[in-house]
């Protein structure tokens, strides 16, 4: 009689990474990484948050969180590790679909560093205003350097904080293109839902008549995917 071979299950692909950098604090890094661990893992993957930045904003944010309902992503305080990120990304791989590392407030420290050697997407987000902007080179040059030993590292801008109307968030979308870096067509809003989503440490989208900022972290997250599915540079 003739037995059926089985099949080997294949092992999960490992996690994809995606570092939230910039050069200085208040561009939001901390409310986009959670924002977007949280919409990945309510569409059911497995998300870590890597809390890189020393005033650990992910980790309280997370411990805010109702017992009865814990937010859906872990956090893992992580910013002691410096340039030793790698290693402790590359130890989480297989236990996850995404990694969301949340660097601390400047390019050139080891731990940004250390983070954007190891990841799929680099995420910048950037402010409407001149010394956002400014900064916003910085960050630029360092994932260019990393983009020469690590060539399948992208990066994507996101304009953040955005008042609606103003003149100066109209001239931020025309100066970004000249960065070098292309930019998400998703912007998002400087919204009171976002502090109620962090102060009870829940996801935008368990926060009340907050419809305006849901979906703008559905839009982003949805095109973080499909830059993620894009095909490598040649």
């Known amino acids: 009689m003739h037995t059926p071979r089985t099949s080997t299950p294949r092992p999960p692909a490992p996690a994809r990474i995606l570092v ?4 200085k604090g208040g561009p939001g890094k901390t409310t986009l990484a959670m924002c977007v661990a949280g919409e990945l893992a309510r569409r059911g993957h497995r998300v870590l948050v890597a809390d ?6 992910a980790a309280r944010w ?18 002691g590790a410096a340039d030793r990120l790698r290693d402790e990304l590359r130890w989480h791989l297989p236990s996850y679909d995404f990694i969301v590392v949340d660097c601390p407030p400047s390019a050139e420290s080891l731990v940004s560093r250390s983070a954007l050697l190891v990841a799929d997407l680099a995420i910048v987000p950037v402010v409407p205003s001149p010394p956002d902007l400014w900064a916003g080179l910085a960050i630029r ?8 030993v690590r060539p399948g590292l992208k990066a994507r801008i996101v304009v ?7 003149r100066l968030a109209s001239k931020t979308r ?5 960065y070098g870096i292309p930019v998400l067509n998703t912007q998002v809003g400087d919204r009171e839902a976002f502090r109620h989503a962090a102060a009870g440490g ?3 989208a368990d926060v009340p008549r907050a419809q305006l900022a849901q979906a703008e972290v559905f839009g982003l997250t949805h095109e973080i995917l499909n830059v993620l599915e894009e095909d490598p540079p040649p």
């Not at 939230?20 to 050069?23: H, S, T």
């Open 62 to 79: 997370a411990a805010s969180a109702p017992a009865s309902k814990p937010f859906p992503a872990r956090v893992l305080a992580i910013s």
């Open 174 to 178: 025309e100066l970004l293109p000249g």
């Open 20 to 23: 939230l950098a910039n050069q």
């Open 141 to 148: 040059q360092v994932i260019a350097a990393v983009v020469q």
């Open 160 to 166: 953040n904080q955005r008042k609606a109307g103003t």
């Open 52 to 57: 890189a930045d020393p005033q650990g904003t």
């Open 202 to 204: 829940l996801t935008v």
